[in-house]
C-alpha cells in the first residue's frame, strides 16, 4: 500500500477508528498523488518567470482558445473557463457553497464539516461513497421506493447489497421503524451503509418534524448496539420543501451524533438551480475531528484525480457567478412558486372522487415527483398503453406503483394530465 495512503490511514485510526473500519478495500488503498498537480499547485504560487507544469496551452498570458467557442462566451474571462479546474473545484465556489449550506440548514451551526469537493453533479457523488466505503456484499440499506440508478452505483459497479424496508408505515409516514429493523438486521456484519433521499425520489415525500427526530434517534439506537453507519443524504432536490416536512437535510441532524456514524452530503446545483446539464455536485463530510476530514478528502480526491481528473470548469464558473449574482434569490424564488403551485394544484385534483376506484395516492410534499398506486391494473400495462394511445408519458414503478413528474407538466394541463392516466386506467380495466 501507498505510504501516502498509510498515513491517512493511520490519522483515520488515531482520531475515530470506527471509520476506518468504514472504509471499503479501495477506500483503504486511495490517496492524493503528489504528482503533477501538486507540483503544478506549487508552481502556479511560485512560478513568477516560467510555469512549464500542466497540460494546457497558452497565448499571452491567457488560456489559449478557439474565437469560434469563445463568441458564445465572451462575457467570461478565459481563465474562467479553459484551464483544468482544481481537482477539488473552485475554491471561491467551494467556499460559497459551504455558507450556502450552513445558512440553509441551522442544525449544522457549531458542528464540523469539510468543505464541500465539488463532482461531476449527484451521480459521481454517490460513486465516489460507494467506492470509499462499499465491498461486497456489504449491506445498503434504503427504502423500497428508490432511484433505480442506486443499484448499478452501489450494486452493479460495487457488490452491495441491497436490504429495502417499506417506504411507508400503516400511518402513511416514513417508517422508521422498518429503516431500524433493516438496519439490525445486518448487525453480525457490522457495517451498513444508509441512504436516505429527501425530498424522495420517486415519491416527492420528506418527513416532518417528528418524523426527522425519529429517524436520527433510530440511527443513533443503532450506533449505541455497536454497528458502523455511513448515513448517505442524497439531497438532489433539497430546497424544494412545499408543505409539512423539515426544511433542511438530514445531514444537519445527523451529522457527529455519534462517533460510529459518518454522516455524508451528496448535493449539487442541478436541480436545486435548475442547471441539469451543467453536472455540478458536492460532497461534504462531517467529523468532530480534522484529521479525519482531511484524511477524507485526500482520499475523495484521489478518486477524483483516477476517474475524471476534474470537473467542468465552465459550469462552476457559470454557477459560482450565479450564486453571487443579486437577483438570485429572487429568480430562484419564483421557480420555487411555479413548482409548488404545480403540486398543490396536483394535490387538489386528485381529491376528487371520480379517481377513488383507479388508484391510491402516495403521500407527498416536496420535489419533483408524485406515486399512484394502481388498483387492479399493472403500471407497465398502463405506462405503454398511455404512450400507444394517447401520448402521455409517466414511470412504471414495480407492479402497481407508477411515478408523475409535475415538474414537467404546466399547471393549467395538470387536470388533463390525470384525466387521460385515468381514461387509459379505464380502458384497461374492462
Same mark, same amino acid.
Given at each position: 500500500?501507498?505510504?501516502?495512503?498509510?498515513?491517512?490511514?493511520?490519522?483515520?485510526?488515531?482520531?475515530?477508528?470506527?471509520?476506518?473500519?468504514?472504509?471499503?478495500?479501495?477506500?483503504?488503498?486511495?490517496?492524493y498523488p503528489k504528482g503533477?498537480?501538486?507540483?503544478?499547485?506549487?508552481?502556479?504560487?511560485?512560478?513568477?518567470?516560467?510555469?512549464? %507544469?500542466?497540460?494546457?496551452?497558452?497565448?499571452?498570458?491567457?488560456?489559449?482558445?478557439?474565437?469560434?467557442?469563445?463568441?458564445?462566451?465572451?462575457?467570461?474571462?478565459?481563465?474562467?473557463?479553459?484551464?483544468?479546474?482544481?481537482? =477539488? +473545484?473552485?475554491?471561491?465556489?467551494?467556499?460559497?457553497?459551504?455558507?450556502?449550506?450552513?445558512?440553509?440548514?441551522?442544525?449544522? &451551526? +457549531?458542528?464540523?464539516?469539510?468543505?464541500?469537493?465539488?463532482?461531476?453533479?449527484? %451521480?459521481h457523488g454517490l460513486s465516489?461513497?460507494?467506492?470509499? /466505503?462499499?465491498?461486497?456484499?456489504?449491506?445498503?440499506?434504503?427504502?423500497? &421506493?428508490?432511484?433505480?440508478?442506486?443499484?448499478?452505483?452501489?450494486? *452493479?459497479?460495487?457488490?452491495?447489497?441491497? @436490504? %429495502?424496508?417499506?417506504?411507508?408505515?400503516?400511518?402513511?409516514?416514513?417508517?422508521?421503524?422498518?429503516?431500524?429493523?433493516?438496519?439490525?438486521?445486518? #448487525?453480525?456484519?457490522?457495517? =451498513?451503509?444508509?441512504?436516505?433521499?429527501?425530498?424522495?425520489?420517486?415519491?416527492?415525500?420528506?418527513?416532518?418534524?417528528?418524523?426527522?427526530?425519529?429517524?436520527?434517534?433510530?440511527?443513533?439506537? @443503532?450506533?449505541?448496539?455497536?454497528?458502523?453507519?455511513?448515513? *448517505?443524504?442524497?439531497?438532489?432536490?433539497?430546497?424544494? /420543501?412545499f408543505e409539512n416536512s423539515?426544511?433542511?437535510?438530514?445531514?444537519?441532524?445527523?451529522?457527529?451524533?455519534?462517533?460510529?456514524?459518518? =454522516?455524508?452530503?451528496?448535493?449539487? =446545483?442541478?436541480?436545486?438551480?435548475? @442547471?441539469?446539464? /451543467?453536472? *455540478? +455536485?458536492?460532497?461534504?463530510?462531517?467529523?468532530?475531528?480534522?484529521?479525519?476530514?482531511?484524511?477524507?478528502?485526500?482520499?475523495?480526491?484521489?478518486?477524483?484525480?483516477?476517474?475524471?481528473?476534474?470537473?467542468?470548469?465552465?459550469?462552476?464558473?457559470?454557477?459560482?457567478?450565479?450564486?453571487?449574482?443579486?437577483?438570485?434569490?429572487? #429568480?430562484?424564488?419564483?421557480?420555487?412558486? *411555479?413548482?409548488?403551485?404545480?403540486?398543490?394544484?396536483?394535490?387538489?385534483?386528485?381529491?376528487?372522487?371520480?379517481?377513488?376506484?383507479?388508484?391510491?395516492?402516495?403521500?407527498?410534499?416536496?420535489?419533483?415527483?408524485?406515486?399512484?398506486?394502481?388498483?387492479?391494473?399493472?403500471?407497465?400495462?398502463?405506462?405503454?398503453?398511455?404512450?400507444?394511445?394517447?401520448?402521455?408519458?409517466?414511470?412504471?414503478?414495480?407492479?402497481?406503483?407508477?411515478?408523475?413528474?409535475?415538474?414537467?407538466?404546466?399547471?393549467?394541463?395538470?387536470?388533463?394530465?390525470?384525466?387521460?392516466?385515468?381514461?387509459?386506467?379505464?380502458?384497461?380495466?374492462?
Amino acid at each position: 500500500m501507498n505510504e501516502i495512503a498509510q498515513g491517512l490511514n493511520r490519522e483515520i485510526l488515531q482520531d475515530n477508528p470506527h471509520i476506518y473500519e468504514l472504509l471499503s478495500e479501495l477506500g483503504r488503498k486511495l490517496y492524493y498523488p503528489k504528482g503533477i498537480l501538486t507540483q503544478s499547485a506549487e508552481a502556479k504560487q511560485k512560478a513568477h518567470r516560467f510555469n512549464a %507544469t500542466i497540460g494546457i496551452a497558452t497565448e499571452q498570458d491567457q488560456p489559449m482558445y478557439l474565437p469560434v467557442i469563445h463568441k458564445s462566451l465572451a462575457n467570461h474571462d478565459p481563465k474562467d473557463l479553459y484551464p483544468y479546474a482544481p481537482p =477539488a +473545484g473552485k475554491p471561491e465556489l467551494r467556499q460559497l457553497w459551504r455558507e450556502k449550506m450552513i445558512h440553509d440548514n441551522p442544525s449544522l &451551526k +457549531g458542528k464540523s464539516i469539510s468543505n464541500p469537493i465539488v463532482t461531476n453533479a449527484l %451521480t459521481h457523488g454517490l460513486s465516489i461513497v460507494a467506492d470509499l /466505503f462499499i465491498n461486497e456484499n456489504d449491506p445498503l440499506v434504503l427504502p423500497d &421506493k428508490l432511484w433505480g440508478n442506486y443499484n448499478f452505483i452501489f450494486g *452493479v459497479r460495487s457488490g452491495a447489497k441491497n @436490504v %429495502t424496508f417499506p417506504f411507508y408505515n400503516e400511518e402513511w409516514a416514513f417508517n422508521t421503524s422498518g429503516m431500524k429493523e433493516a438496519i439490525l438486521s445486518q #448487525q453480525a456484519h457490522g457495517k =451498513a451503509i444508509v441512504l436516505l433521499n429527501f425530498p424522495n425520489n420517486p415519491t416527492g415525500y420528506t418527513p416532518n418534524e417528528q418524523e426527522a427526530t425519529d429517524i436520527v434517534e433510530a440511527l443513533r439506537e @443503532v450506533a449505541e448496539q455497536g454497528m458502523n453507519l455511513v448515513v *448517505v443524504a442524497d439531497d438532489a432536490y433539497f430546497g424544494l /420543501f412545499f408543505e409539512n416536512s423539515i426544511k433542511e437535510s438530514l445531514f444537519a441532524r445527523i451529522a457527529n451524533i455519534h462517533p460510529r456514524i459518518l =454522516a455524508i452530503k451528496v448535493d449539487g =446545483a442541478t436541480k436545486e438551480d435548475y @442547471v441539469w446539464g /451543467f453536472r *455540478v +455536485g458536492f460532497i461534504t463530510y462531517a467529523s468532530e475531528h480534522p484529521a479525519v476530514i482531511n484524511a477524507l478528502e485526500k482520499k475523495t480526491l484521489g478518486i477524483i484525480r483516477g476517474t475524471i481528473s476534474s470537473a467542468s470548469h465552465p459550469s462552476q464558473t457559470f454557477i459560482l457567478n450565479a450564486l453571487q449574482s443579486p437577483d438570485f434569490q429572487t #429568480q430562484k424564488q419564483e421557480k420555487f412558486d *411555479v413548482l409548488k403551485k404545480r403540486a398543490c394544484t396536483v394535490k387538489q385534483i386528485l381529491e376528487q372522487e371520480k379517481y377513488r376506484d383507479a388508484w391510491d395516492v402516495y403521500p407527498f410534499n416536496s420535489g419533483y415527483f408524485m406515486c399512484l398506486k394502481l388498483k387492479g391494473v399493472q403500471g407497465e400495462d398502463l405506462r405503454n398503453h398511455l404512450l400507444d394511445h394517447y401520448g402521455v408519458g409517466i414511470i412504471s414503478l414495480g407492479d402497481n406503483d407508477v411515478r408523475v413528474a409535475f415538474s414537467c407538466v404546466e399547471e393549467q394541463e395538470i387536470a388533463l394530465l390525470f384525466d387521460l392516466i385515468y381514461q387509459g386506467f379505464k380502458d384497461l380495466s374492462v
